[in-house]
């Protein structure tokens, strides 16, 4: 049998499993399996007892594992690192023809209880947050149990203002420990949270909350950030004026600049504190939803990809803990927005359930100077830094001394993720920063992976890292490059498509209310696998490297963004009938969308009037950070004889790859190229010019 081979394989790991495999009657009813020996596991290990056995183990024995008998594998794991109410009865269900995914059946736990109480237990005093405020040298700690007591507070007011279990709550705030709070609220009664970036505009928000239909909202008064207090009630009132389901707006006072409030309106921090600070714990099968959270796909409505409680704590618990190298009393500063799914795993459920100490940060790299984050390495002694590659373009521009004069000895594993990270940006994070003695984790995920999947992290010790290169499948992990006509390619020195050919328990379970659209992204191009929209090379060595999207996905400044989404605002400016939007590359952003827009032939348009239209209309609809960074007036655009848009030719003309268009056999009208590459000459000139100028 497969596990006795691999508990011989991989010794002191099995030790609790074999320990607890006495026959009995549950044995016989479900035959062979981890779950058996659950009923001994409702008291859980102390921590560290998985990791301290596994430790010992070789991580090729581990994965080899992972991948031949998952069942086993994370079914134990599942049983040593989480406390259940209920012990889980199968270890899955999984189908990805069908998409459907079920781990943990059976089982009932709390998410809340598993990020809290289990460690309040152990060290109630031990900081669970350090939010690291926008002015430096102002951070706020937040013990265990003070963030158990607030966020018990927090879930009293959702439910004395009749939130129930199943019942979706968005929240809108900035990094903070209530933001925090509000996300394990939910958790601890069931409700289901969907975070919106607090930089999203308001009909980006509306159209978050109307497609979950949430009862409630939760913001702040403003945020701050940068030194710059950016309004937020405001942009929620003017959401919910088109939300109905909402029934109330808490408002939490982040400055105190007065509010004004309207008959929605709740004071939190009013509310919470006539609340108790005790409350008890939901149990929650393993597959009711956790979150909701929004993502870009190709086409124009973002969908809110729904993650469960088991199977998706489980993945970032054991994801942040060896991806990461963390350790007992290390300090892990993840500096991403906990409106996006790095901020969700890897600053909230991750950290929270192994009990470590996790940095909540407020402020941006350079305020107040390209210092900050290693001032505040210094500061709040960092063991764990993890970061977007567009922060460090940003920051490789500035004299190393901004880095050099804190000291870093506190950091011991550096990590990086959102977009590829170019070699140039890797060294100086590797050398720089981590004075060539940290390794360096060039992390590969997405919001529907619910945590890491591919890294350099765990590996044998010795074993080197290739720079900008994410590496190795993490435990369960299979990932499959399929070749142009659906072929899985084998060996090395290939590029294809990127799949996962099995099912892990941190991946997306639905689109939310949507679940064909689930089925037809990610399961119908390559059927039997998971298909991530990323294209991948696989080295003679057999290792990852990410190539792109291979959609019409782009990522500005490692936030997911989709072409068609910039379209649809685009085109509801009256005066244009067509646009296209394409990637173009940036030297610090990585992306910006370039948009090629057709306008109507009216006498006395004023296009420059026109263009500005259009870029309100963006930040209005989505948010500043999607406005296109340039804009391509042109008579037609290239399209395919059944009307569909030629992107690639786009991309060609932006990137002045005129020369080599490719196959253009399947345009319509041929001559709609020629203007094109005019226009762009025309507007590469124009652009040039206005450059000089500024420098003059
Ligand atoms: C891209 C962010 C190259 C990729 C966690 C993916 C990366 C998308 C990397 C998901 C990386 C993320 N190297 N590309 N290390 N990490 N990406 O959902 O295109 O916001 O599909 O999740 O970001 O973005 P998302």
Redo the contacts with the bound molecule.
């Keep these: 049998m497969a596990a006795a081979q691999s508990r011989r394989g991989t010794g002191l790991f099995w030790t609790r499993l074999s320990r607890c495999r006495t026959p009995g009657p549950a044995q016989t009813r479900t035959g062979a399996g981890p779950h058996r020996c659950l009923s001994s596991v409702s008291a859980p290990p102390p921590p560290g007892t998985w990791s301290s056995e596994l430790s010992r183990l070789s991580h090729r024995d581990l994965y080899r594992l992972s991948v031949t008998n998952p069942d086993q594998f994370w079914g134990s794991a599942a049983a040593d690192r989480l406390r259940w109410v209920e012990p889980f009865k199968r270890v899955r269900d999984c189908d990805l023809s069908s998409g459907k995914i079920s781990w943990f059946l059976g089982g009932k736990l709390n998410v809340s209880v598993n990020c809290l109480d289990v460690h309040v237990e152990k060290h109630p005093d031990r900081a669970a947050l350090i939010w690291e405020r926008d002015e430096p040298g102002t951070e706020v700690k937040v013990t265990y149990r003070e963030l158990l007591e607030t966020t018990c507070r927090l879930a009293n007011t959702l439910k004395s203002h009749g939130i129930q279990k199943g019942d979706r709550v968005a929240v809108y705030m900035p990094v903070s420990p209530l933001a925090v709070a509000a996300m394990l609220a939910c958790a601890r009664i069931g409700a289901v949270h969907t975070v919106v970036f607090a930089g999203f505009s308001s009909e980006a928000l509306a159209g978050r909350i109307q497609d979950a239909q949430c009862k409630v909202v939760l913001t702040c008064n403003e945020a701050v950030r940068g030194g710059r207090v950016v309004p937020l009630k405001s942009t929620v009132d003017a959401a919910v004026r088109s939300c109905p389901t909402v029934q109330h707006v808490f408002v939490s006072q982040r400055t105190e600049n007065p509010t004004e409030m309207g008959p929605l309106d709740v004071p939190l921090e009013e509310a919470m504190s006539s609340q108790s600070p005790v409350c008890p714990a939901e149990p929650l099968d393993s597959e009711d939803l956790l979150f909701l959270l929004y993502?870009s796909g190709s086409t124009g409505k973002p969908k809110g990809v729904v993650h469960t409680q088991a199977g998706y704590l489980l993945y970032t618990s054991l994801t942040h803990q060896y991806v990461f190298d963390h350790r007992d009393g290390d300090v892990f500063g993840c500096v991403a927005d906990v409106g996006?799914?790095?901020g969700h795993?890897y600053v909230v459920y991750g950290p929270l359930s192994n009990g470590a100490t996790t940095v909540l940060f407020e402020s941006t790299p350079v305020y107040p100077n390209p210092g900050r984050y290693w001032e505040t390495v210094e500061r709040l002694r960092i063991s764990q830094f993890y970061g977007a590659p567009t922060a460090l373009r940003l920051l490789l521009k500035y004299d190393d001394s901004w880095v050099k004069k804190f000291d870093r000895s506190s950091l011991r594993t550096l990590g990086?993720?959102?977009?590829?990270?170019n070699h140039e940006a890797w060294h100086w994070f590797h050398s720089v920063v981590g004075e060539g003695r940290c390794p360096l984790v060039?992390?590969?995920?997405?919001?529907?992976?619910g945590g890491i999947c591919?890294?350099p992290r765990p590996a044998e010790e010795d074993a080197p890292i290739v720079p900008a290169m994410?590496m190795r499948p993490f435990f369960g992990i299979q990932p499959v490059l399929m070749g142009e006509k659906g072929e899985p390619l084998s060996g090395g020195s290939v590029t294809g498509a990127l799949c996962i050919s099995q099912p892990w328990p941190g991946m997306a379970r639905s689109i939310y209310g949507d679940h064909q659209r689930f089925i037809d992204a990610y399961f119908k191009p390559y059927p039997g696998c998971y298909f991530?929209?990323?294209g991948a090379y696989r080295s003679e060595d057999g290792y990852y490297q990410?190539t792109?999207?291979m959609d019409d996905?782009i990522?500005v400044s490692?936030?997911?963004l989709g072409t068609a989404e910039i379209e649809d605002a685009l085109d509801e400016h009256p005066a244009v009938p067509e646009t296209a939007v394409v990637g173009f590359p940036h030297d610090i952003k990585g992306e910006v969308p370039f948009a090629f827009v057709v306008l109507k032939e009216e006498s006395g348009l004023d296009r420059a009037a026109v263009l500005k239209q259009l870029r309100e209309l963006v930040t209005t609809k989505i948010a500043k950070y999607a406005v296109p960074e340039h804009f391509l007036v042109v008579k037609r655009l290239p399209k395919t004889r059944s009307g569909k848009i030629m992107r690639r030719i786009l991309r060609s003309v932006a990137m002045e790859k005129s020369g080599d268009l490719g196959d253009t056999s399947t345009l319509d009208d041929s001559s709609v190229v020629k203007e094109i590459i005019e226009a762009h000459e025309q507007y590469r000139k124009q652009r040039a010019e206005e450059e000089k100028k500024k420098q003059q």
């Design positions: 993502t996006w799914i790095t795993s990086s993720v959102g977009e590829p990270i060039d992390t590969w995920w997405q919001t529907e992976t591919i890294a994410a991530t929209g990323d990410i792109g999207r996905v990522n490692g936030h997911r």
